[in-house]
């Protein structure tokens, strides 16, 4: 049983920047590739970025240059480094364990309550 915490969230103006967390319930992120999502009301989901268990990282090319994704194996948490941002940027942001199929990242069924952000113009 997986469960993850996503923290960090909130209100922000435009170019302001934000560090999202994920912190795990057990140790996966040392054992698995792990995903960044979010949802913006009335979109459907989408991955923003990705980090491979070899640091191979993949990002939308909405966020590329502006986001960053990392980990800490040691603290089992995953990290979302978010600068520049957008209006365009809030969301609903989740975090969650990926299978990697080829090149695209399909998330497991580990979704936690994720958190707000909210990018003011």
């Known amino acids: 049983q997986v469960q993850l915490v996503e923290s960090g969230g909130g209100l922000v103006q435009a170019g302001g920047s934000l560090r999202l967390s994920c912190a795990a319930s057990?140790?996966?992120?040392?054992?698995?590739?792990m995903g960044w999502f979010r949802q913006a009301p009335g979109k459907q989901r989408e991955l923003v970025a990705g980090?491979?268990?070899?640091?191979?990282?993949n990002y939308a090319d909405s966020v590329k240059g502006r986001f960053t994704i990392s980990r800490d194996n040691a603290k089992n948490t995953v990290y979302l480094q978010m600068n520049s941002l957008k209006p365009e940027d809030t969301a609903v942001y989740y975090c969650?364990?990926?299978?990697?199929?080829?090149?695209?990242?399909?998330?497991?069924?580990?979704w936690g309550l994720g958190t707000q952000v909210t990018v003011s113009s």
């Open positions: 969650n364990v990926v299978r990697l199929s080829g090149t695209t990242m399909t998330p497991l069924n580990y």
């Open positions: 057990t140790i996966v992120v040392s054992l698995n590739a």
């Open positions: 980090i491979t268990t070899g640091g191979t990282t």
